[in-house]
């Protein structure tokens, strides 16, 4: 599960809540069907309009990963495999990468270990990944840019959600009482429409791209530890080559169990 989603999300919604409190207004409002069929079938609307249903299909996935988060192989764990590989390919020759290839889950790490094992020349193994890790780039920003029209299209339906409401709080102008409840309720639409952009659309978009980052980091990561096990590295090497991703506060707090072990 991802906390921070919930946090943000829950934070969010007792921000208003609360917020509305103490400025005397009543949260209740918040309660009002024409309100939330605008917005949220109003964007989902205009979404269905802006892209393919073969790109809408993994909409449902995307909250997933939002929700629950994404498992995502650590550095420190890409960093052991491939200076374990290093050392079986330099004792046991290229049936050790063949044989790590077979040990390994990862359909982008197999892959990398895979072109190695067979005898690819590096600028082979490179474009082979390179390619990979663009195309998965490029599902990733379509899937973030959903959410990003998202959080542009609910703050303007928010606007006409509140035109509709004053139309028709106009039409009770004998009825001052009524008028004020009307007006009011017009501009619960606005609130909502720019509470559902810039509190869940925008930084869902944002979250998904974050989590892609880390992703294609890693990524890089295994198509350097692929490299340099075409080349023949050592453990060593190897070590020094790929500890360059791992950032310093990581590999210090690394260095330092290390220490209290021994």
């Known amino acids: 599960m991802e906390k ?6 829950f934070g969010g ?8 409190a103490l400025k005397g207004a009543d949260p209740h409002a918040l309660i009002n069907p024409a309100a939330f069929l605008i917005i949220f079938a109003g964007t989902a609307a205009a979404i ?13 996935k995307l909250f997933k990963i939002i929700f629950c988060g994404r498992k995502i192989i650590s ?9 374990s590989a290093a050392k079986a390919a330099k004792q046991e020759g290229v049936m050790a990468i063949e044989k790590k290839a077979n040990e390994v889950d990862d359909p982008f ?14 600028d082979f193994i490179y474009e082979v990944l390179e390619a990979d890790i663009k195309q998965m780039e490029e599902r990733h920003r379509s899937g973030a840019l959903i959410f990003a ?26 009825d001052i009482d009524q008028l004020g409840h009307s007006i009011a309720a017009a501009f619960v639409a606005t609130l909502l429409g720019i509470f559902t952009g810039y509190v869940l659309w925008h930084p869902f978009s944002n979250k998904l791209k974050q989590i892609s980052l880390e992703e294609v980091e890693v990524k890089k990561m295994v198509m350097e530890g692929a490299l340099a096990l075409q080349s023949g590295a050592s453990s060593l090497a190897m070590e020094a080559k790929l500890q360059a991703f791992i950032p310093v506060s990581e590999r210090k707090a690394k260095s330092d169990d290390e220490k209290e072990e021994n």
């Open 4 to 9: 921070s989603t919930l946090i943000g999300v």
């Open 13 to 20: 919604i007792a921000a208003v809540g609360v917020g509305m």
């Open 48 to 60: 269905f309009n802006a892209f393919t249903m073969k790109g809408l299909k993994k909409v449902p």
């Open 75 to 83: 550095k420190q764990e890409v960093l052991e495999l491939f200076v």
């Open 109 to 122: 790490i197999k892959t990398s270990l895979s072109l190695v094992a067979d005898g690819f020349n590096a």
């Open 149 to 174: 029209q998202c959080g542009m299209y609910a703050p303007t339906l928010g606007v006409l959600g509140a035109v509709i409401g004053l139309i028709a709080a106009l039409g009770n102008l004998s």
